[in-house]
Every structure is written in structure tokens, then in C-alpha cells.
């Protein structure tokens, strides 16, 4: 028996079945959208490996469906920076206070949805050196948040000008990252928290219809269009987390 208020249990039902109606339309940004709103209803580390294990079975319909189409270079390029940062990313999750993740959360998540929105260029292509400062942040916010899907996105989409490679790709790489997850947080005892496991698997059914219906949406309408309102709630996220930050004790 999960001991808590249906207001709470409604409200996160929504906020995944939201997050992931994002994923499955553009391949990733579950946890960026799920996260900030997430914090408000329960502690960070008992939000970010309940998402986790909906990230599990996401990356078992999204990115083994189509590993066919993945570059297998790019994915070694980033794997040892990769682990370096979710190494880091573990540590602080353990050891920092609530207040200064939740201030980083919110000032990440308000730049990025404010570049984004704002952002008119299309990709220019990069070297691949920048491997190393995406896959140490990226994994750093993979573990901190479940976020870093973003961050490797924005190094990914210039490194791979087709988009069925890129989907597979960031796809698989969002799979692997929750495995190396699952390893981490079940050493470092996270799963042993009351209601964490029950809870995920009583909305797990939310996360496979959102990612349903964002697999329908995603070759029926404009990807950018929808992502422009999903950056517009983040803001509003992102500003109330670094509120929230601001005048806990």
C-alpha cells in the first residue's frame, strides 16, 4: 500500500505521462521535463531513480527498437567521459545538501529551456574533442538528475546530420546511462526508500502511454512547435525551483 494523498498520486501520474509523451515525439528530455516538476512532490533522491525506472523500459522500446540505426563510434567517443561524470554526478547526489541541488536543477533547467526557445540556428557540425567536456557534464547531470539527455543532444545533433541516426543513437545512449544508474543508486541505497519502487511501478503504465502517444504525435505534427510550449512550462519550472532553493532553510 503506497501511504500517499491522491492529490500527489494524480499529480505525478500527469507529469510523467507528460514527460513522456516528450520523449517518445523527440527521443529524449523525459527526466528535464519530469524533474522539475517531480521536486516539488518529493525529496530529489527519491524523484531521480523513481525516474529512473521508467527510463528503463522507455530505453527498451526506443532504443533497442531502433540500435539498428545507431553510431556505434559516437557512443564509444563519449563512454569513458561519460562514466567519469556520473562518477562525479553519484557523489554529489549523496553529499550535497537538497537546497544547492535544487538551486543547480532550477538554473540548469532555465538556461537550457531559454536557449532553446530562443535559439533560431540550425546545428553547426563540431569536432569531436567536444566529447569530453559533453560526456563528463552530461553524465554529471545524468546522475544528478537524469538530465543529461539534453546535453548530449546538443553534441549529437552536430555530429550526426541524419535524425533517424541521431533518435537511435541519443536513444541507446539514454539506455546504457540507466543501466550504469541502476548500478550506482542501488550501491548507494536509494532504492531501499519506502513507497520509491511501488510508486514507479503504479505509474509505469503512465510512462508507456505518454511515450505512445509521443511516438503517434511524432510524424504527425511539427516537432518544434510542440517543443516551444514544453520549453515555456520549463521555464516557469526551472524559475519556481530556484525560488524554492532560495528560501529553504
Not at 139 to 144: K, R, S, Y
Not at 212 to 240: E, K, Y
Request: hydrophobic share 55%; charged share 10%; net charge positive.
Amino acid at each position: 500500500m503506497i501511504d500517499l494523498p491522491w492529490i500527489t498520486l494524480l499529480s505525478a501520474a500527469l507529469i510523467i505521462t507528460l514527460a513522456y509523451t516528450v520523449y517518445g515525439l523527440t527521443g529524449f528530455g523525459a527526466a528535464i521535463i519530469a524533474i522539475p516538476l517531480l521536486a516539488h512532490l518529493f525529496p530529489l533522491r527519491f524523484a531521480v531513480p523513481m525516474m529512473l525506472v521508467f527510463d528503463l523500459f522507455a530505453g527498451l522500446l526506443l532504443g533497442l527498437k531502433n540500435r539498428k540505426h545507431l553510431d556505434q563510434q559516437e557512443l564509444l567517443r563519449l563512454l569513458p567521459f561519460l562514466v567519469l561524470g556520473m562518477a562525479a554526478g553519484v557523489t554529489l547526489l549523496v553529499q550535497v545538501s537538497e537546497r544547492w541541488l535544487l538551486l543547480l536543477l532550477g538554473a540548469f533547467v532555465l538556461s537550457y529551456a531559454g536557449w532553446s526557445l530562443l535559439s533560431k540556428l540550425a546545428p553547426t557540425p563540431v569536432s569531436p574533442g567536444w566529447a569530453i567536456p559533453a560526456g563528463v557534464i552530461g553524465g554529471a547531470f545524468t546522475a544528478l538528475y537524469g538530465t543529461g539527455g539534453p546535453i548530449y543532444m546538443i553534441y549529437l545533433a552536430r555530429r550526426l546530420p541524419d535524425k533517424t541516426v541521431l533518435r537511435a543513437t541519443i536513444g541507446v545512449l539514454i539506455f546504457g546511462t540507466a543501466l550504469i544508474r541502476l548500478a550506482l543508486f542501488t550501491g548507494s541505497g536509494f532504492y531501499t526508500q519506502r513507497d520509491l519502487l511501488p510508486l514507479a511501478f503504479v505509474l509505469l503504465p503512465c510512462a508507456l502511454i505518454g511515450y505512445l502517444a509521443g511516438s503517434h504525435l511524432h510524424a504527425r505534427m511539427p516537432t518544434q512547435r510542440a517543443l516551444q510550449a514544453v520549453w515555456l512550462l520549463l521555464i516557469a519550472g526551472g524559475a519556481s525551483l530556484l525560488w524554492r532553493g532560495l528560501v529553504m532553510s
